[in-house]
């Protein structure tokens, strides 16, 4: 459903649950544009997919190894029918993670931390329920997924109590998944506290450090990270869908809590700036205008896999340092907030780089039916088959029960033989986070896999996997989105 938990899995999903769809190659189809405006073809296919899926509004920028071309298409307010321009900012939800990482990283080249540092050496005063794996957990971890702490989302507590710093003070009563390093599971407030890592030890506000050692050494000038910049720029708000009707309403949060800054919560970019920022990262750290944010070691290590996901198909992904790493050598991060779906996809063989930002939660569609197409062509790798369903008999024991994060609760319920999934917010923070989600039936494709059913057409089914059996033969976890849910009875 359209909730907080589906919109921060995007970062995830598409890349655990298969990645890039199979599409034809409609690159190939459409031909390089000579300038910096809109390409007639570009335009037209987004415009004609928007219109098809009924998204609100949408913002594309490609590099093509050569050409910037950029299309727009809907509206960027669709309360005051204002149309989405090549100037609006549109949320970019977890793709926050990679400029993150890319902070962190600035602290390796600068020899302020080692990424093999224990997290507590810098942050000594970092508290959670289990100290004694916390003092596992090192400055790597927290980028690439593997801390094991139990932090999905964490309450808001308003304006005035929601700094990054708070983040930190309410990790205490956070416990943990799993021993740390041993397992892949996609997490915000590891994602906050590396956010946190650079500020403290910059000694500056991490708003600041995205600007002034992102943005601007850049010349992104089509950016921010820090709400209250909004009125200098021309920017979007998301639209949800309301389940008991059908129709969509426009967000009346259209920031999640600015302590979770780090992980996606307050950016907002450009399509054409956010290629920019990609191309100086597979660029070895150089931007388009010549200016080094990176060394190219760090830029390269950004993008080296250093930990899988839990397998959901033929094809092997993981994740690298920010960058969610997928076959053929692409790299990409999704995003989402309230009415929020955006991708980032880069391939650094070729240097081509594709962001599509859309400001509605059908986006996912759109990602299927324009980006996908795209970005399958420059690999030269066959689509994979798609799953098949299993004619075996399942133990509905060994996968019923209730499966949970610490923002999360998944129930699995076994109803004549066969499997059903219902999902509820623990923490509601979206406009529809307490609707009520109907249940799922699960379709099982064998070896502990099965599908559930999208909310949207044109968007493939979600995949879950049941991993880790006990003593009893009931399974420990069950994988949803590159997240990690742990059984809880």
């Given at each position: 459903?359209?909730?907080?938990?589906?919109?921060?899995?995007?970062?995830?999903?598409?890349?655990?649950?298969?990645?890039?769809?199979?599409?034809?190659?409609?690159?190939?189809?459409?031909?390089?544009?000579?300038?910096?405006?809109?390409?007639?073809?570009?335009?037209?296919?987004?415009?004609?997919?928007?219109?098809?899926?009924?998204?609100?509004?949408?913002?594309?920028?490609?590099?093509?190894?050569?050409?910037?071309?950029?299309?727009?298409?809907?509206?960027?307010?669709?309360?005051?029918?204002?149309?989405?321009?090549?100037?609006t900012?549109?949320?970019?939800?977890?793709?926050?993670?990679?400029?993150?990482?890319?902070?962190?990283?600035?602290?390796?080249?600068?020899?302020?931390?080692?990424?093999?540092?224990?997290?507590?050496?810098?942050?000594?005063?970092?508290?959670?329920?289990?100290?004694?794996?916390?003092?596992?957990?090192?400055?790597?971890?927290?980028?690439n997924?593997?801390?094991?702490?139990?932090?999905?989302?964490?309450?808001?507590?308003?304006?005035?109590?929601?700094?990054?710093?708070?983040?930190?003070?309410?990790?205490?009563?956070?416990?943990?998944?799993?021993?740390?390093?041993?397992?892949?599971?996609?997490?915000?407030?590891?994602?906050?506290?590396?956010?946190?890592?650079?500020?403290?030890?910059?000694?500056?506000?991490?708003?600041?450090?995205?600007?002034?050692?992102?943005?601007?050494?850049?010349?992104?000038?089509?950016?921010?990270?820090?709400?209250?910049?909004v009125?200098?720029?021309?920017?979007?708000?998301?639209?949800?869908?309301?389940?008991?009707?059908?129709?969509?309403?426009?967000?009346?949060?259209?920031?999640?809590?600015?302590?979770?800054?780090?992980?996606?919560?307050?950016?907002?970019?450009?399509?054409?700036?956010?290629?920019?920022?990609?191309?100086a990262?597979?660029?070895?750290?150089?931007?388009?205008?010549?200016?080094?944010?990176?060394?190219?070691?760090?830029?390269?290590?950004?993008?080296t896999?250093?930990?899988?996901?839990?397998?959901?198909?033929?094809?092997?992904?993981?994740?690298g340092?920010?960058?969610?790493?997928?076959?053929?050598?692409?790299?990409s991060?999704?995003?989402?907030?309230?009415?929020?779906?955006?991708?980032?996809?880069?391939?650094?063989?070729?240097?081509?780089?594709?962001?599509?930002?859309?400001n509605?939660?059908?986006?996912?569609?759109?990602?299927?039916?324009?980006l996908?197409?795209?970005?399958?062509?420059?690999?030269?790798?066959q689509?994979?088959?798609?799953?098949?369903?299993?004619?075996?008999?399942?133990?509905?024991?060994?996968?019923?029960?209730?499966?949970?994060?610490?923002?999360?609760?998944?129930?699995?319920?076994?109803?004549?033989?066969?499997?059903?999934?219902?999902?509820?917010?623990?923490?509601?923070?979206?406009?529809?986070?307490?609707?009520?989600?109907?249940?799922?039936?699960?379709?099982?494709?064998?070896?502990?896999?099965?599908e559930?059913?999208?909310?949207?057409?044109?968007?493939?089914?979600?995949?879950?996997?049941?991993?880790?059996?006990?003593?009893?033969?009931?399974?420990?976890?069950?994988?949803?989105?590159?997240?990690?849910?742990?059984?809880?009875?």
């Open positions: 459903m359209s909730t907080r938990r589906e919109f921060l899995k995007t970062g995830a999903a598409l890349v655990a649950a298969g990645g890039i769809a199979a599409a034809p190659d409609a690159a190939a189809a459409m031909p390089a544009h000579s300038d910096m405006t809109p390409a007639p073809d570009f335009a037209e296919a987004l415009r004609a997919a928007v219109d098809a899926h009924r998204i609100t509004g949408a913002s594309f920028a490609y590099w093509d190894g050569s050409t910037l071309h950029s299309a727009v298409a809907g509206l960027r307010n669709s309360v005051a029918g204002d149309p989405v321009t090549p100037d900012l549109m949320h970019v939800g977890s793709i926050t993670k990679v400029a993150n990482a890319t902070l962190v990283m600035q602290l390796v080249d600068d020899g302020l931390i080692e990424l093999d540092d224990p997290v507590l050496k810098h942050i000594p005063e970092l508290r959670t329920r289990d100290m004694e794996a916390l003092g596992r957990v090192t400055c790597k971890m927290l980028i997924h593997t801390s094991g702490i139990d932090g999905e989302w964490l309450p808001e507590y308003g304006p005035d109590q929601e700094r990054i710093v708070d983040t930190i003070d309410r990790c205490a009563g956070l416990g943990q998944l799993f021993t740390p390093g041993t397992e892949t599971s996609y997490n915000n407030v590891a994602t906050v506290i590396a956010g946190y890592l650079s500020q403290k030890l910059r000694g500056a506000s991490w708003y600041t450090l995205v600007r002034k050692r992102i943005y601007e050494p850049l010349g992104m000038a089509h950016a921010l990270v820090d709400p209250l910049d009125p200098r720029f021309r920017t979007s708000i998301g639209d949800l869908t309301d389940y008991t009707t059908g129709k969509m309403f426009q967000t009346k949060r259209p920031f999640l809590a600015p302590s979770f800054a780090p992980a996606g919560a307050t950016q907002m970019t450009t399509s054409t700036d956010l290629v920019d920022f990609a191309r990262l597979i660029g070895g750290g150089v931007g388009t205008n010549g200016t080094r944010i990176l060394s190219e070691a760090s830029a390269q290590a950004m993008t896999k250093t930990s899988e996901y839990v397998a959901m198909g033929a094809e092997s992904h993981g994740y340092l920010g960058w969610s790493i997928q076959p053929g050598g692409l790299v991060h999704g995003g989402g907030g309230p009415g929020v779906r955006s991708m980032l996809v880069a391939h650094p063989a070729t240097g081509r780089v594709a962001a599509l930002l859309t509605c939660d059908r986006g996912d569609a759109l990602m299927v039916a324009f996908d197409p795209i970005t399958r062509g420059w690999t030269g790798l689509p994979p088959a798609p799953p098949r369903r299993s004619n075996k008999r399942i133990d509905p024991a060994r996968y019923a029960g209730t499966y949970e994060n610490n923002a999360d609760r998944y129930v699995i319920a076994a109803e004549a033989g066969a499997l059903t999934l219902r999902t509820y917010d623990k923490i509601g923070t979206y406009d529809n986070s307490d609707m009520e989600k109907p249940a799922l039936k699960l379709v099982s494709l064998g070896d502990d896999l099965f559930r059913p999208s909310p949207f057409a044109g968007v493939k089914p979600g995949l879950l996997r049941f991993v880790k059996p006990g003593g009893d033969g009931k399974t420990r976890f069950l994988a949803d989105g590159g997240r990690l849910l742990a059984r809880a009875g």
